[in-house]
């Protein structure tokens, strides 16, 4: 009796089992869902792999979507449904160009299974390739190369002076004489060595004068590089940006307190839909909740099509004022999104951006 029993549990359970080994529906079973590349060479250009898998339930399974992590990996999958018992394959395949070292990347897939999403993922390290002349220096300014033709001096205190240098190379077979013309008085611009022989590096080292430059916020100034002599003005040239602002970190506790403060009832106006060509009105209104004068020290919109003018530039303790701004849509089409910048005295918020946001249409004609 016992052995009877025993048969019939076997029985039973291998039953069990075969029911289990095909899924009801559509089924993925990745033979791998992850993958080692190792190292690779960024000359040798991009790798590929294919991930394989099997369906293993009884109906048709159909790679819906496919989504790599990022824009550096592309994929290709099997289009056509893949049958029960059938393999398939989704491919991954990488550009490891100006991507050095190690990396971690995954693809989501999803189906048609009762468990949609499944995930794959892949790994390596890019070993960069031998770096020339050109990598290391890509800016060409005529028979001048740079590593950047852009010194970014990033935030500069209103009274200050500071300092920033562009590196450069000679890759020509004679001397290049290098000046500048088109200098703005707030800056100075020197070559070093100002004569640079055959493959010499040297340096363009620039000297910023905020006070000089008496303005706020952001802010681009572009210089001509001349070599030997080269009159054309427009050929080549360095930019120079920095975002000029006040230093507040020397304000005592008590300065603080008493320090102005600005606050708006709403910085940012949804004009809703208007037609294109018609102009919109409207007044940031703000107050002086400080104990000391508030100083509005620009107004600076992000495009023309924006005209802004303050009320006061100057306000007591308590006081209100407003900021009027005329948003101008000729030539506009589609959701706009512009920005006021206001730039005051206010230790705690230096700078407010304000909104105009909405959508201009294009009425239909009769």
């Known amino acids: ?139 060409n300014l005529g028979e001048l190369r740079l590593k950047t033709n852009h010194l970014a001096l990033m935030k500069v205190n209103f009274s200050e002076v500071k300092q920033g240098e562009l590196e450069m190379i000679n890759t020509t077979d004679h001397n290049l004489a290098i000046t500048f013309r088109n200098v703005p008085n707030h800056l100075q611009v020197k070559a070093e060595p100002e004569n640079l022989l055959p493959g010499a590096k040297g340096l363009i080292k620039v000297t910023y004068d905020a006070k000089k430059k008496g303005d706020w916020g952001f802010l681009m100034d572009k210089v001509t590089v001349a070599i030997n002599g080269d009159t054309d003005q427009n050929k080549n040239s360095i930019s120079v940006s920095a975002t000029i602002e006040e230093n507040f970190d020397n304000l005592t506790p008590e300065q603080k307190a008493n320090a102005p403060r600005i606050e708006f009832e709403n910085t940012v106006f949804d004009f809703d839909t208007i037609p294109q060509g018609k102009n919109v009105d409207y007044s940031y209104k703000f107050k002086n909740t400080g104990k000391i004068d508030l100083i509005i020290r620009k107004i600076k919109p992000s495009c023309g099509c924006t005209i802004v003018s303050a009320t006061n530039e100057i306000l007591k303790p308590g006081a209100s004022s407003e900021i009027k701004m005329k948003f101008t849509s000729n030539g506009m089409v589609n959701r706009q999104n512009k920005s006021i910048a206001i730039i005051t005295n206010d230790p705690t918020q230096s700078q407010v951006t304000l909104r105009v946001t909405g959508t201009v249409i294009v009425p239909e004609k009769n």
Not at 82 to 103: H, I, L, M, Q
Not at 117 to 132: A, E, Y
């Open 1 to 139: 009796m016992k052995n009877k029993i025993s048969i019939l549990v076997v029985a039973l359970l291998a039953i069990m089992a075969n029911s289990n080994a095909q899924q009801v529906g559509p089924n993925i079973s990745w033979d791998n869902p992850n993958h080692e590349f190792g190292d690779i060479k960024e000359e040798a250009g991009k790798v590929t792999h294919n991930f394989t898998f099997t369906n293993t339930g009884n109906e048709p399974l159909t790679i819906t979507n496919v989504r790599p992590s990022c824009g550096c990996t592309s994929s290709d999958y099997t289009k056509e449904p893949v049958a029960p018992g059938a393999k398939g394959y989704v491919s991954a395949t990488y550009n490891p160009e100006n991507r050095p070292g190690k990396f971690s990347k995954s693809i989501t897939i999803t189906t048609n299974a009762n468990q949609p999403t499944s995930n794959l993922r892949f790994t390596g390290n890019v070993i960069s390739k031998p770096q020339t002349v050109e990598d290391e220096y890509p800016r």
